[in-house]
């Protein structure tokens, strides 16, 4: 029995997004049920470096199917301009849970886009208006094009607007995008008036205020992945309903860390778990719904879920690279 390895690229074509999509809302589902197990996340502080390593273990039974393994992780932020090499480098392990055979070890960078754009999507589908055919953007770096292409897969987006100050990145955008959908650049306000909105961006002072979204408008909060990172106002987040992925992670570090470490927001304006809306303990959008928040912080059962889709689109079309890591005739 072998091992497969799969380089970014093939993890890229394998990781199919409606795939990956429904996987991920599954991976939702379990942790509701409580059918999953995920330590927390550990850290290796590497100030030597100016880095760290962090490592992400799961385990998840959606009923359907089970998936476990780890994502070994790490933030280099001199690996750029001295190594040139990027910031953020991810390994994952997939395994079998029978077993523990190492069924592949893959490229967990691209892994991460691709469920992190997905975790948006199922998002979007249970919190946007129904007929949403237009997105917004706040940052055009490599995780709009992710938002984008999952995004679009469980709404109509006909229209698309993006909004960032590199001038250079957003017309790249535009130039990838605009033989498919009506593609433009704009301001923040232009981008929030959409009927979905995802920002992308590492800020720590809010740039998306309440005056720049719509009525209806759902916005995925996307950048916040670390403590005092903070991507839309104190007003905005407490005029809106928010749904999280994990009260821990987010309360720590997603888009709610700071105005929840302040006393600003509390438990009672937490509507719920993402969870708990696919597994329908409590709605999504309905007709009184006005602006809704996903925070997104990434939990290592997307990771997990999404691995799997890899690995077994990947074994059925014969791609990756076979090897014998492990001595089976022992």
């Not at 953020?88 to 754009?117: C, H, N, Q, W």
């Not at 100050?165 to 232009?190: K, L, M």
């Not at 799997?308 to 690279?321: F, L």
């Amino acid at each position: 029995m072998n091992t497969l390895l799969l380089d970014s690229d093939a993890v890229d074509d394998h990781a199919r997004l409606a795939d990956v999509i429904d996987a991920v809302e599954g991976a939702f589902g379990a942790f509701e049920r409580g059918d999953t197990q995920m330590p927390a996340k550990s850290y290796i502080d590497l100030p030597r470096y100016n880095g760290d390593f962090r490592s992400m273990p799961a385990y998840l039974d959606t009923g359907e199917w089970d998936a476990a393994g780890v994502k070994w992780v790490n933030v280099h932020p001199d690996n750029p301009a001295d190594h040139d090499l990027p910031t953020v480098l991810g390994t994952m392990i997939y395994s079998d849970p029978e077993t523990a055979f190492p069924l592949a070890i893959m490229d967990g960078t691209t892994l991460t886009m691709k469920r992190t754009g997905a975790a948006a999507a199922v998002a979007t589908d249970q919190l946007a208006v129904e007929g949403a055919s237009s997105l917004g953007l706040v940052g055009a770096g490599v995780q709009s094009y992710t938002q984008l292409e999952a995004i679009s897969e469980v709404r109509p987006i006909e229209k698309v607007v993006v909004s960032d100050p590199d001038e250079d990145r957003v017309q790249r955008f535009v130039e990838t995008y605009e033989d498919r959908f009506e593609v433009r650049a704009g301001s923040i306000a232009e981008a929030g008036s959409c009927d979905v909105l995802s920002t992308v961006t590492p800020v720590e002072d809010p740039i998306v205020g309440l005056d720049d979204v719509g009525e209806h408008t759902h916005v995925n909060a996307i950048g916040a992945d670390a403590e005092g990172k903070h991507e839309l106002t104190d007003e905005l987040l407490e005029a809106a309903r928010i749904v999280i992925d994990d009260h821990e992670q987010c309360t720590h570090s997603g888009e709610i860390n700071v105005p929840y470490g302040e006393g600003t927001l509390t438990d009672a304006d937490i509507y719920g778990e993402i969870g708990e809306l696919v597994v329908g303990a409590k709605a999504g959008r309905t007709d009184d719904t006005g602006i809704t928040v996903f925070d997104s912080t990434g939990l290592a059962i997307q990771d997990v879920a999404a691995a799997r889709v890899v690995y077994e689109n990947a074994s059925a079309d014969g791609d990756g690279y076979e090897f014998g890591m492990i001595d089976t005739d022992q």
